[in-house]
């Protein structure tokens, strides 16, 4: 049932901030401020070599941000594939290795086939997984249940946001374990985490904002969306989400690959979505922003006030998010990007639950 939702996409994004702090309750404990991996887990965070990830569309993409996580937190190298690329490419795993799988609905066949090599290959196999009768939740050794409940619509929003929590848990413990992060530091990450529904309910305050940019978004053929570190996925998310229910033409890169191509397509037509909370790499996605400016790209920056005040340049819209940790910032910046493609689709008068050609869940390759 869509209650007072005009759409099953609104009524989910509407939902994250109780879905997400679901999850997030489900691993950690509050009353010690630790993250607390639910199951027994049949291998050793200290032994393991590497982590490999393989996922499809919007899962592919929060494994993407969370390989950021577990290199910067638990120092552990992650390699991630699409899983279509990853079930033919016969990659050599590491002996006792850890394979993690990412998907909503725990039915795609792509992953599923991922799944079944990477155990051919002995890999331990972690499913971070919203279905739990699914075949992966079923075939996984390890099942890391994100609780978002039903998702109806084929854009995947809450489903995102729940497997990038569930992830952070992941990456925190490994971190923990592996002795990286200290209880301090680990203590720090939870606090930040906590937040994050309270954050979400704030950023879900941006609808009329978005909804006011998707009639000039409306109008455009296509969209770049920029991002650096862990806004670099977002930006990928961004541009699918758009693309798969509006249809207009988008683009997601990494702001530093912005002079290696995509900068001859800027002009005053083509709106440049820049992802950028004020942290660790803002000044050098301000640089980009301002190449995009001096050759008359219209901006819409996303960012916080400290990010805006520095922001030095014209912008045609700028989105002020809440203050936050920058560790948590992809779990909340995805509220404003799956506002935007959905306003923008509403405006294109589009089946927003339901777009042309695609599946809610995708059982053939
Ligand atoms: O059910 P899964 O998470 O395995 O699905 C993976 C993709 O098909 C899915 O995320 C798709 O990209 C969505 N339509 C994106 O919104």
């Not at 950021?68 to 390699?79: D, F, G, H, T």
Request: aromatic share 6%; glycine share 6%.
């Amino acid at each position: 049932e869509k209650g007072n939702f005009r759409h099953f996409m609104a009524k989910e994004m509407h939902e994250q901030p109780e879905v997400v702090a679901h999850t997030l309750a489900h691993y950690i404990d509050m009353a010690n401020e630790t993250v607390q991996l639910p199951t027994d887990l049949p291998f050793d965070f200290t032994k393991l070599e590497r982590v490999s990830i393989a996922a499809c569309g919007t899962a592919y993409y929060a494994g993407l941000i969370a390989k950021y996580w577990i290199e910067r937190y638990a120092r552990l190298p992650v390699e991630i594939d699409v899983a279509s690329e990853f079930r033919y490419r016969e990659a050599p795993l590491p002996r006792d290795g850890l394979m993690v799988v990412i998907s909503q609905s725990g039915e795609t066949a792509d992953t599923l086939a991922s799944l079944r090599y990477a155990r051919e290959q002995g890999q331990h196999v972690m499913a971070v997984v919203n279905v739990p009768t699914s075949t992966i939740a079923r075939e996984a050794d390890v099942v890391m249940p994100t609780l978002a409940g039903p998702e109806i619509g084929v854009a995947s929003t809450k489903a995102f946001t729940c497997q990038l929590a569930t992830l952070a848990a992941v990456a925190v413990a490994a971190g923990r374990a592996r002795g990286v992060l200290s209880a301090d530091e680990e203590r720090r990450l939870v606090r930040a985490l906590v937040e994050v529904p309270r954050l979400m309910n704030e950023a879900l305050k941006l609808g009329p904002v978005t909804e006011t940019l998707s009639r000039a978004v409306s109008r455009v053929r296509d969209v770049l969306y920029l991002g650096r570190g862990t806004s670099f996925p977002l930006a990928l998310e961004g541009a699918l989400k758009l693309k798969e229910i509006s249809y207009i033409h988008a683009e997601g890169y990494a702001a530093g690959e912005l002079k290696h191509g995509p900068i001859a397509l800027i002009d005053e037509n083509m709106p440049v979505v820049v992802i950028a909370p004020y942290d660790n790499v803002f000044d050098k996605t301000m640089s980009n922003m301002q190449e995009v400016a001096a050759r008359g790209g219209r901006i819409v920056l996303i960012t916080d006030k400290t990010g805006a005040e520095h922001a030095s340049l014209e912008t045609e819209a700028t989105l002020i998010m809440p203050d936050m940790d920058p560790a948590i910032t992809p779990l909340v910046y995805a509220i404003p990007v799956q506002l935007l493609a959905y306003h923008t689709a509403v405006q294109m008068g589009t089946d927003v639950d339901q777009p042309r050609n695609l599946a809610k869940s995708v059982t053939v390759e």
